[in-house]
Nanobody
């Protein structure tokens, strides 16, 4: 419980940017490093979807809706995973969650609202 904590969400206007952070503060580095990581989102009335993922060696992939706008990265020393979100659109509004690549550990989520 409480192993993953997301932060950085908020209200932003269309075209704006946010950077989400996921901190695995209770996870030792030797446990953090071998994991792949993912960022997911769930909008009201919709299923949760994977939007970005990063492998242990830094390989990334993105869902088509966010390609070219979102960037996932990781800092193994700080045990953090980031999601840089640029050119945000109203349809990006959702609760964003980070997870381990095996989907066994999840954060509590952070709300992102894109609205003018």
């Amino acid at each position: 419980q409480g192993q993953l904590v997301e932060s950085g969400g908020g209200l932003v206007q269309p075209g704006g940017s946010l950077r989400l952070s996921c901190t695995a503060s209770r996870m030792i580095t030797s446990v953090f490093n071998p994991y792949d990581w993912g960022w997911h989102r769930q909008a009201p009335g919709k299923q949760r979807e994977l939007v970005a993922a990063i492998t242990t060696d830094g390989g990334t992939n993105y869902t088509d809706a966010v390609k070219g706008r979102f960037t996932i990265s990781r800092d193994n020393a700080r045990k953090r995973v980031y999601l840089q979100m640029n050119n945000l659109k109203p349809e990006d509004t959702a609760v964003y969650y980070c997870s381990t690549g095996d989907y066994k550990l999840w954060g509590q989520g952070t709300q992102v609202t894109v609205s003018s």
